[in-house]
């Protein structure tokens, strides 16, 4: 990637983490969207964590990643450490990768 391109994403990145401050008078969130901005994230979160578990290249990803990741899911909603679910999802990945599962 260019220089420049660099130099240009780095300046966005700071413009907007530097706009919440200085536009947080300025700015009135209503109400409602105030409210419904934590559901937003955790949709679009979900969203994330689902594509990214179920595709690769365009295509399903195969059952092997998938279970690890529900695995990964049961250990966090049990309140497992977050090193213990690591790899619980690897192994569960690793696991059904080497008994031939794509």
């Known amino acids: 990637m260019p220089l420049l ?3 240009v994403l ?5 413009a907007f983490r530097l706009a919440g401050p200085l536009l947080r008078d300025r700015v009135e969130v209503p109400g409602r969207l105030r409210r419904l901005l934590p559901a937003a994230t955790a949709v679009l979160l979900t969203a994330l964590a689902v ?8 295509g399903f990803a195969g059952w092997a990643r998938p279970a690890g990741v529900l695995a990964a899911g049961i250990l966090a909603l049990r309140r497992a450490p977050f090193p213990v ?7 569960v990945t690793a696991a059904l990768r080497l008994c031939g599962v794509p």
């Open 5 to 7: 391109a660099i130099a």
């Open 10 to 14: 780095a300046a966005g990145t700071y």
């Open 51 to 58: 594509t990214a578990a179920l595709t690769e290249d365009g």
């Open 85 to 91: 679910v690591v790899v619980a999802a690897t192994a």
